[in-house]
């Protein structure tokens, strides 16, 4: 158990449809990340958040969206979907924001779309 | 930005076999790290290893950063090792450490 929680762990939906995917991460981490990881891309970072700020910006699409809010736990949100957002979306987290410092990750939660 | 290549991309062994996996990088880094993804989709982190070697049970793994490597050593290969091992690094020199990750080892072991 990596310490990191994300909820749920799978969810179908449909196209043009809007989910939420809510990330916990350790506790005492202050940095939170999103990745996709679909069959034809591998795993894509997406974004981080730091302390609750932006601090990277990946491939993230502009129907998609997060935030991390003050106890530090993080929500992707993505909208409009389509079938190729049909993915698994992985939420790590690390203490540190800046260049060193493990990561962590979720046990992802699986979406699909039809 | 920094590019990860893994080799080999498959490779199938019997159980009890040793196996070594590779995980080139092109720039130096300040991060690197190990993971397993079984096959129920969790990553297991295996090793944090920006440079030298480190051991945990049957697994080991080294990383040369100056000659832009790392190498991951599997040894007595249990079936339970089956799933993709992941190499990921952070670029040297950048504001955030989010992991850039390569395209994976999917290893089968057979009984």
């Known amino acids: 158990d990596s310490g990191v929680t994300q909820t749920p762990k799978h969810l179908i939906t449909a196209t043009g449809q809007r989910v939420t995917l809510r990330c916990s991460p350790r506790s005492g981490d202050l940095s939170v990340y999103w990745y996709q990881q679909s069959l034809d891309q591998g795993l894509q970072f997406l974004i981080q958040?730091?302390?609750?700020?932006?601090?990277a910006k990946g491939n993230i699409l502009e129907r998609f969206s997060a935030q991390q809010f003050p106890d530090l736990h993080s929500e992707l949100n993505l909208s409009s979907l389509e079938l190729g957002d049909s993915a698994l979306y992985f939420c790590?987290?690390?203490?540190?924001?800046?260049?060193?410092?493990?990561?962590?990750f979720g046990e992802g939660s699986r979406l699909t779309v039809l | 930005g920094i590019q990860v290549e893994q080799s080999p991309p498959d490779l199938i062994l019997q159980e009890g076999a040793n196996s070594t996996l590779r995980c080139n990088f092109s720039d130096s880094v300040n991060n690197l790290q190990w993971f397993h993804q079984n096959p129920w989709g969790q990553l297991i982190n295996l090793f944090y290893?920006?440079?030298g070697t480190k051991q945990n049970g049957r697994l080991s793994a080294t990383t040369v950063a100056t000659e832009r490597y790392s190498l991951l050593y599997i040894s007595s290969s249990q079936t339970t090792d089956s799933g993709v091992y992941f190499c990921?690094?952070?670029?040297?020199?950048?504001?955030?450490?989010?992991?850039?990750f390569g395209t994976g080892t999917l290893l089968a072991v057979q009984p």
């Open positions: 958040y730091y302390n609750g700020e932006e601090r």
């Open positions: 290893i920006p440079s």
């Open positions: 790590a987290s690390s203490v540190g924001g800046f260049s060193t410092g493990e990561l962590f």
């Open positions: 990921a690094v952070v670029g040297y020199g950048g504001a955030t450490n989010k992991l850039i």
